[in-house]
C-alpha cells in the first residue's frame, strides 16, 4: 500500500473517530443531564475529544462557546472531506485500492 494511500486513509480515520467521539460525548451528556461527570463513558469521549476543546478554545475569545464548537465541528468535517477525496483520488488513479 503506498505511503499517500496509508494517510489519507488514517487522516479520515481520526476524522471520522473525533467526530462520532464528540457526537457520542454531546447526546449522552444531554441524556445524563448534571451526573454526566460520574460517568465513566462520558470521561472516556471527554478524554478523546480534549484536542477539538483544546482547538476550539482558541477561535477568538468573543464568539460564543456554540459558535466556536460549531466551528470546530466543521473544521472537522472539511478535513474528513478533503481526505475522503483525497483517498478516492488515489484509488482511482491506481490499482492500490483492490
Not at 66 to 81: A, G, Q
Request: aromatic residues 8%; positive net charge.
Amino acid at each position: 500500500m503506498p505511503e499517500s494511500l496509508l494517510l489519507a486513509r488514517s487522516l479520515k480515520l481520526l476524522a471520522e473517530i473525533a467526530l462520532l467521539a464528540w457526537l457520542g460525548q454531546a447526546a449522552l451528556g444531554a441524556l445524563l443531564g448534571a451526573g454526566r461527570d460520574r460517568n465513566v463513558v462520558y470521561g472516556l469521549f471527554r478524554a478523546v475529544t480534549s484536542p477539538l476543546r483544546w482547538v476550539s478554545a482558541r477561535w477568538p475569545a468573543g464568539w460564543p462557546p456554540r459558535v466556536r464548537h460549531s466551528l470546530t465541528v466543521l473544521l472537522l468535517l472539511v478535513l474528513w472531506i478533503g481526505a475522503l477525496a483525497w483517498k478516492v483520488s488515489l484509488c482511482l488513479g491506481a490499482s492500490a485500492c483492490r
